[in-house]
Nanobody, 127 residues
């Protein structure tokens, strides 16, 4: 069974940084898609960044592009999201997600793309 376990969240001041981790286990293939999503109370779940292990391809949401980096450590089977210059608007529960196949017509930043999810890690940014 594929499992995703997030860690690295915390409470920081605006302008600070965090690195979130997502430990991946259970895959028998080396090619899969990984994504970071976030959700604040009363808000829709939104895509933050995505990564494709086969090509090392990356995509970012406009809200974090330029101050975030998604990466994957093949040796550690761990997905990372480096967030810098954090803003109060970044406050949310952050999830990692994965799938082995694309869904026709859906972006990798669309939550409907994914079928495996972690439990989430909380990021709180104070002004």
């Amino acid at each position: 069974q594929v499992r995703l376990v997030e860690s690295g969240g915390g409470s920081v001041q605006a302008g600070g940084s965090l690195r979130l981790s997502c430990a991946v286990s259970g895959y028998t293939t080396s090619n899969y898609y990984l994504g970071w999503f976030r959700q604040a109370p009363g808000q829709n779940r939104e895509g933050v960044a995505a990564f494709y292990t086969a090509m090392g391809a990356k995509v970012y949401a406009d809200s974090v592009k330029g101050r975030s980096t998604v990466s994957y450590d093949n040796a550690k089977y761990t997905l990372y999201l480096q967030l810098s210059n954090l803003e109060p608007a970044d406050t949310a529960l952050y999830y990692c997600a994965s799938t082995t196949t694309r869904q026709t017509g859906l972006s990798l930043l669309d939550a409907r793309t994914y079928n495996v999810w972690g439990q989430g890690t909380q990021v709180t940014v104070s002004s």
